[in-house]
């Protein structure tokens, strides 16, 4: 096991003692998250650490930061460690078993947003396949206050982190979660269709990061051989689902973007916009129905 000496440690020595450990363990933001695990385990704020670092941590605090401390160095993220993150404007629990959100699928949110325009006020309908811990769900329904969704996944344990996540962000009345494969089970159509399936081909899962490979679920991330598999799938149901001024909204894979733009013009969607994460890689893809 790793060491950590942390007996009557200061806050400013814990810090240095976890982000050496999490450093040795090859964690890439060691500093950083070794300060999120001190500021959790101790219950004090970023400015009350800088403003008294000499101040000892206590032995429970102490107890806590080095349960934390361990399993972040055998590269358990810190969002699983803690069980929450922040996606968008929302706080959301993050489930054993169901895919922790990233920071770049809200580049989805920002590209469906603009697609609605002025329409943000209207009665939107939004499906959401691949629902996962309702992250997207949330994030649009916080911003398009008079539309209602639904959510539909494959796994039962994202089917429940989701409804927990909808629940506590106060939308439990404006969606469902539906246990399903993609839309198989609906008949309707929707206004905004969104997705952010799994992509990454089958060859490449063993060579993930630990944090990937040994925490998201293999249903959240087996995109099959090419890794399209997945938008195979949603772009056929895609013509029957979207109303006729509604748009999809994907969520594509490094250098994915061009293919996925094809498959869904291969189903007669034309193109509606691509948009860039923060690190400049086409991260949202966007079509509607031509007629
Ligand atoms: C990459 S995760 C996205 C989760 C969430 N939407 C997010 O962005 O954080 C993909 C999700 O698709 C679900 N999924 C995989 N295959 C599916 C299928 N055939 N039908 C429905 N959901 C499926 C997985 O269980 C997982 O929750």
Redesign the pocket.
Known sequence: MAALALEDATRAAALDAVAALLARCGVEDARRDARALLLAAGGFTAAELLLDPAAKLGAAACARLRDYALRRAAREPVSRILGARG?WTQDLLVAPR?????PD?ET?IELSLELMGERRREPLRIL?????????LCALLAELPDARGIG????AA?CAAAAVNLSRCGFARRASILR???ADALAARFDLIV?????IASGELDGLEPEVRLHD?R???DGGADGLN?YR?IAEQLPRLLAPSGAAVL?AGDGQARSLVALLAEKGLAPAGIRKDAGGRERAVAARRRD
């Open positions: 996606f169901v895919l922790d959100p990233r699928t989805l959401d396949l691949g629902v996962g811990s309702g992250a997207i539909v996944d494959l796994s994202a399903g494969r993609w997705s952010n399936p799994p992509y679920p249903l959240a991330l997945c799938e969520e």
